[in-house]
């Protein structure tokens, strides 16, 4: 799904995002971002605070509460659309504040458009979530068995035992909301997830900023929110007691009180936010033209393969095969790493899915069975299906024999059901 839009004018303009405003109209704008899974109404319980004082923005991630499905690339594609919201709504200044994947998408604004965020509040936040194997593994799960696994799984990685003992109707509503999210924006935002990683960017972040960790949040625990405020310069942080990740909903009041009080804050030392006071400084000089460079050497492509083999084959797959290639083999798996990952997997032209099914042919037809396990991993990250696999080697089987065949469904059955957690 492309992450624009044609215009009347023919130019490509950003996919909208439901959203919704509630408050004042002539007060400042706070926006509010959900967390993975999520809607807008995780913050319902914020509103009376915030809205004393602001007009709230508050708006879907794709597929969400029942917002239009156009799967989003990037958390940069997410706060790309965002700014496409504001800009038609004519708002220029505004705070803003979010959970998890919203958290993200804030920190992301923070550094793209400093100019237009005047305050930033991340809650359940981490500068990088976890792993990328953790939420590209997550996305397997989902393209495998649907929306109902995750959807069942979700209040144990949102609340506090406590919490999911005391409220049954909250739990079953966070089940709901995440089981009617449309599967490919819910794999699109763990994608998301898996590319972002703003460690290095943090000291770029020149914002007011309040981080907000729940005490028990095993997703981002407080380490990640201490690890935000030691590199963002004007930042604090704030734990929240006997609280997990979707701490707005666990602890409500709690949290709003947090926002309050740090966006009041913000306001009274920048003044109104409704207009922006950033100044956008002169084009420097252009100096004068240096005589040309040398060519510069051809890039090693070792890095970007590895980077491209542990993306698509897993972390522990990789480590595995490094440490049997340790002294004899070393050269070759870097061989193997270089040439087949960073340069022919990586090609433009063909797509990753197409490049699975090519490979898991080839395989088949030559019996590389332990090749062929690695690469049905890879090909479900790559977004094929179990079935599309399945009929993968189907095909094969008219071309390549029965026999080769049975052995490569066979190999490829094991890695399907650890990857999917499927028993059948």
């Known amino acids: 799904m492309s992450d624009s839009s044609d215009g009347a004018d023919g130019e490509l303009r950003p996919l909208p995002l439901q ?6 109209d002539d007060a400042p704008v706070i926006v509010l971002g959900p967390a993975l899974g999520a809607t807008w109404h995780m913050w319902d319980r914020q509103l009376p605070v915030l809205t004393e004082q602001w007009r709230v923005l ?3 991630l794709p597929g969400h509460g029942g917002a239009p499905a156009e799967p989003a690339a990037s958390v940069d594609d997410l706060a790309t659309r965002l700014l496409a919201v504001l800009d038609k709504e004519g708002v220029e200044s505004f705070g803003y504040a979010g959970c998890s994947l919203g958290a993200a998408i804030g920190a992301r604004l923070a550094l793209l458009r400093p100019d237009r965020v005047a305050a930033l509040a991340l809650v359940s936040a981490a500068a990088r979530y976890g792993t990328a194997d953790l939420w590209r593994q997550r996305g397997v799960v989902v393209r495998a068995n649907g929306m109902d696994r995750t959807a069942l799984g979700s209040p144990e990685r949102w609340f506090t035992g406590a919490f999911l003992a005391t ?8 089940v709901q909301m995440v089981r009617t999210t449309d599967a490919d924006c819910y794999v699109a935002g763990c994608e998301a997830l898996a590319s972002f990683d703003i460690r290095d960017a943090l000291g770029s972040i020149k914002l007011p900023t309040l981080v907000v960790a729940g005490a028990d949040d095993t997703e981002t625990p407080p380490a990640d929110a ?4 030691a590199g963002i310069p004007d930042a604090r942080l704030a734990v929240v007691p006997g609280t997990a990740h979707l701490a707005p909903v666990e602890e409500p009041v709690a949290v709003g009180d947090l926002l309050a009080t740090h966006f009041a804050g913000a306001w009274a030392d920048t003044g109104s936010l409704t207009t922006s006071s950033v100044a956008v400084p002169p084009a420097p000089a252009v100096p ?10 051809a890039p090693d492509t070792y ?8 993306e698509l084959t897993g972390d522990a797959e990789v480590d595995r095969a490094l440490a049997r290639a340790e002294g004899f083999g070393a050269g070759f798996d870097a061989f193997q790493t270089r040439y087949a990952w960073g340069e022919v997997w990586s090609r433009p032209g ?8 090519v490979t898991l042919t080839a395989l088949t037809a030559t019996g590389q069975l332990t090749e062929l396990a690695e690469q049905t991993r890879a090909a479900l990250r790559n977004g094929l299906t179990p079935a599309e696999i399945e009929e993968v080697l189907l095909h094969t089987a008219v071309y390549c024999g029965l026999p080769a065949a049975r052995a490569a469904v066979d190999t490829a059955r094991t890695v399907v059901r650890q990857e999917t957690g499927a028993h059948s």
Do not use: K, M
């Not at 409220?167 to 966070?174: F, G, K, L, R, S």
């Not at 004068?288 to 050497?297: F, S």
């Not at 063909?350 to 099914?357: I, K, Y």
């Open 226 to 229: 201490r690890l935000l405020v």
């Open 303 to 310: 890095q970007d393969g590895l980077r491209l083999r542990r």
């Open 58 to 60: 508050r708006y879907e």
């Open 167 to 174: 409220q049954p109707a909250i739990t079953e509503w966070a």
């Open 19 to 24: 959203h919704r405003f509630d408050g004042p």
């Open 350 to 357: 063909l797509d990753r899915r197409t490049r699975s099914c």
């Open 288 to 297: 004068p033209q240096a005589p040309p460079a040398p060519p510069a050497p």
